[in-house]
């Protein structure tokens, strides 16, 4: 069990370091949200069940949903058909 | 119609305009304040290239970092005080942390009578046998009656900012971003159709069963509002409307609001004078148990998911 936590602890770890070096918005959420993931396996492994629930719901549901909205609203997501016609901008 | 004063005099008072400016009968700014529809910027040919011109000149004269040796210097010195600042920052906070007690000994400052006390009277104070909740929801109902509060603020904030007139939702199309994406999406739907009611139900169970098993108010309700933010994003807001509206909306939400604050103002008026509750703790380990927790349980609950769905709504077309 011990070795399973590590690896839990460790990917966190990783999950929160890459979230802020992903150039990709959408990557940085999609990271983001394996963090909410990992971290309510977690809290079940610390015995506190309510809390794995709260986070599943809304750290990797609800708080994810409205990132993507956000990003729609001003534009940071591009849509699929003008990606396959164009090649993407690359933003500096 | 009888007046003590005649209608003309009674136009004058104060009450006579406050009554007005409650019922909406006269906006005090339009009239006075001048408004006119914003121009869209449109930038001449001849600035962008002069814009262009003293950015390339900028950017070979001032930032040139091939030639500018300070600038060489000043980006180095930066970057090591940046990675300096970092891991100093980080070594501080790892030597706090190893001051901390180590988790489950004995003589920690949290294992105080507190804790005991939750653990040993809890079932027989709350009548909950999930201890949590009936902490959370009995001897800190206050907490968590401001928290419920925090959620109907934030919502309403949330309105203030992005709430769109009923009329332009119609009229114009293109302030909701239902464009945007592939509607009627065959994939999406299907797999609505199987969740949602499973979403719902285990949303409804976790809210009922708070007192038993893990869960509460709080989850259940996230829960039930990400089921009903599924449906939305796969059936559309003309289906949602006509099961969830604004006017349901505003009903749910100011009811559970109202309802929690009676039920916690009663719960510490006879607490705290000593008198007895009259609000049955119920046999532990039934469904109709817990006392105060159960009711309080389905207020947060619908609360929550209200919040969960006004944030999405909102956020997609600016309104419910």
């Not at chain 1, 949200?33 to 809290?43: A, F, N, T, V």
């Not at chain 2, 040796?69 to 970057?79: C, D, G, P, S, V």
Request: with cysteine.
């Amino acid at each position: 069990m011990t070795v399973f936590n590590v690896i839990l602890l460790a990917f966190l770890v990783v999950c929160a370091i890459s979230v802020s070096f992903s150039k990709n918005l959408l990557n940085s959420i999609l990271i983001f949200m394996s963090y909410s993931l990992i971290m309510s396996i977690i809290w079940i492994l610390l015995e506190s069940p309510d809390l794995a629930i709260t986070e599943a719901a809304v750290g990797a549901g609800v708080t994810s949903i409205l990132f993507f909205v956000t990003l729609k609203k001003i534009h940071a997501i591009q849509q699929e058909e003008e990606d396959e016609h164009e090649p993407r901008q690359k933003t500096k | 119609m009888s007046r003590a004063r005649k209608q003309s005099d009674y136009e004058k008072t104060f009450a006579f305009r406050f009554f007005r400016w409650m019922g909406g009968e006269k906006d005090a700014f339009v009239g006075n304040m001048e408004m006119r529809p914003q121009k869209e910027y449109v930038e001449e040919e001849e600035t962008i290239q002069e814009r262009m011109r003293d950015r390339q000149q900028a950017m070979e004269e001032v930032y040139d970092s091939g030639h500018n040796k300070e600038l060489r210097f000043f980006n180095i010195l930066y970057r090591c005080f940046s990675i300096v600042f970092c891991v100093a920052v980080v070594a501080l906070l790892i030597i706090t942390v190893s001051y901390l007690p180590s988790v489950g000994r004995e003589d920690k400052p949290t294992n105080n009578i507190v804790s005991d006390t939750y653990i040993s009277e809890g079932l027989t104070d709350t009548g909950a046998v999930n201890i949590v909740t009936g902490m959370i929801l009995s001897y800190r109902a206050f907490d968590t009656f401001g928290e419920t509060n925090v959620l109907f603020i934030a919502t309403c904030c949330v309105m203030i900012m992005l709430m769109v007139d009923e009329d332009k939702i119609r009229e114009n199309k293109e302030s909701n971003d239902r464009g945007f994406e592939p509607k009627n999406d065959a994939i999406l739907q299907v797999a609505a159709r199987l969740l949602v009611p499973v979403v719902f139900l285990f949303g409804i169970y976790i809210i009922l069963n708070g007192h038993l098993s893990p869960g509460g108010g709080f989850s259940g309700g996230a829960m039930i509002g990400a089921g009903m933010i599924l449906y939305v994003a796969a059936f559309g807001f003309d289906k949602m409307e006509k099961f969830f509206n604004e006017k349901v909306y505003k009903c749910v939400k100011v009811t559970a609001l109202i309802c929690y604050g009676c039920i916690v103002t009663y719960y510490f008026l006879t607490g705290a004078n000593g008198l007895p509750c009259r609000i049955p703790l119920g046999e532990p380990g039934t469904i109709l148990s817990g006392g105060i927790t159960l009711p309080i349980n389905i207020f947060v609950g619908s609360e929550v998911a209200c919040t969960m769905y006004a944030f999405y709504a909102l956020f997609r077309r600016g309104g419910l």
